[in-house]
């Protein structure tokens, strides 16, 4: 007996480490501590009513008790879970009971990185990105650019917004520039007339538009939905039909 019990609690012990680094590891802000990053960070929280504001707290808390957010070499800090929650539920707030089906893990790396996930050397031009094969239901992003997006408010940049956005496009399917979850089908062959259009214009130089959204159709998505968010006034002044769709994919008057 003398013997037995030190050796079940061995046991209970490392079985109790085992399963908390097998499960999932939730850490959860409090909530007050979330509130008041919202209310001091996110302007699009600011501008919410207060039943709004409520319901997007909710949110915040739902998606943190979901999903894992880990940090690789860094130290993971309430002001990033709350940014990257923040970030998942910005898009898709107007669409009542939106679930994402395709996450289970946000990586965070200190600053931007390249192909093959170094933090060093030439090429760390990534700043996140939604992964696929061995990294499906995983999305990496750089701590420093996703402070950045939301401590920043003067310019069109907002990397947690982009990388939900492509993870909305590929909810239907396909990462192709195309929400299809967000766009009425009879919508979508005008959509893809003005992402040519605008592409057009940024590749001729007659766009403000970040070029980074000229590189293919997926991004374009995600980078004009980062201008969208972050100066929408700016984007409605320059470019008003973009933005009318935009603000129907993103205000949920789906027809
Ligand atoms: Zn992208």
Redesign the pocket.
């Known amino acids: 007996m003398q013997v037995i019990f030190p050796i079940l609690l061995i046991i209970f012990f490392v079985g109790i480490i085992f399963l908390l680094r097998k499960k999932k590891i939730i850490f959860q802000p409090d909530v007050s501590v979330e509130k008041k990053l919202l209310q001091h960070y996110v302007p699009f929280y600011q501008k919410l009513n207060e039943a709004d504001k409520a319901e997007f707290l909710a949110q915040v808390q739902l998606f943190l008790s979901k999903v894992r957010i880990t940090g690789i070499d860094t130290l993971v800090e309430d002001i990033d879970r709350v940014f990257v929650a923040a970030g998942s539920v910005i898009p898709v707030f107007a669409h009542k009971n939106w679930e994402y089906s395709n996450i289970e893990e946000v990586l965070i790396y200190p600053g931007s990185f390249n192909n093959n996930f170094q933090l060093t050397g030439e090429e760390r031009n990534i700043l996140?990105?939604v992964g696929d094969g061995a990294l499906q239901n995983q999305m990496i992003l750089s701590q420093q650019d996703l402070r950045n997006g939301f401590l920043h408010d003067y310019n069109a940049l907002n990397t947690v917004i982009?990388?939900f956005v492509?993870l909305i496009d590929k909810m239907d399917g396909a990462i192709d520039g195309i929400p299809e979850l967000l766009l009425p089908q009879k919508l979508i062959k005008f959509w893809m007339q003005i992402m040519e259009e605008e592409t057009e214009a940024i590749k001729q130089g007659h766009s403000e538009i970040n070029p980074?959204g000229a590189t293919k159709k997926?991004?374009f998505l995600?980078?004009v939905s980062e201008y969208y968010f972050k100066l929408p006034e700016l984007l409605q002044l320059n470019h008003p039909e973009l933005f009318s769709y935009l603000d129907l994919m993103f205000k949920g008057k789906k027809e």
Request: glycine share 10%; proline share 0%; charged share 20%.
């Open positions: 996140g990105m982009h990388e492509h980074y997926a991004e995600a980078v």
